[in-house]
Nanobody
Framework: QVQLVESGGGLVQAGGSLRLSCAAS???????????MGWVRQAPGKEREFVAA????????YYTDSVKGRFTISRDNAKNTVYLQMNSLKPEDTALYSC??????????????????WGQGTQVTVSS
């Protein structure tokens, strides 16, 4: 059984910050350090959108343009946990944020997709 469990969402005013966490457990969790991890989000009435991704080592990261300079993805392989630090939040960042994982390496041509495992998500609401 593989599980990705997100936490850290909530209600925040515009300009505020939140830190999301994603904990991996189960059979996958023992080898999570070999998987690329990412965050995606889905707002009501909109399609799922890639937010950020990080390589298995943490040395390579990718972001969607709308969050560059405001969000930071990181990971702690010893804790089997991935983080998304979100600063300068805007109302348009409001969405359900989900953690994802993939066994294939991230490449500059395909970092947005190829996710194999998903969490249930944590809601982020930014008020204006």
């Amino acid at each position: 059984q593989v599980q990705l469990v997100e936490s850290g969402g909530g209600l925040v005013q515009a300009g505020g910050s939140l830190r999301l966490s994603c904990a991996a457990s189960g059979r996958f969790g023992r080898t999570v350090s070999t998987y690329a991890m990412g965050w995606v989000r889905q707002a009501p009435g909109k399609e799922r959108e890639f937010v950020a991704a990080i390589s298995w080592s943490g040395g390579i990261t990718y972001y969607t343009d709308s969050v560059k300079g405001r969000f930071t993805i990181s990971r702690d392989n010893a804790k089997n946990t991935v983080y998304l630090q979100m600063n300068s939040l805007k109302p348009e960042d409001t969405a359900l944020y989900s953690c994802a994982a993939r066994g294939t390496p991230l490449r500059s041509t395909d970092y947005r997709g190829g996710w194999e495992y998903w969490g249930q998500g944590t809601q982020v609401t930014v008020s204006s």
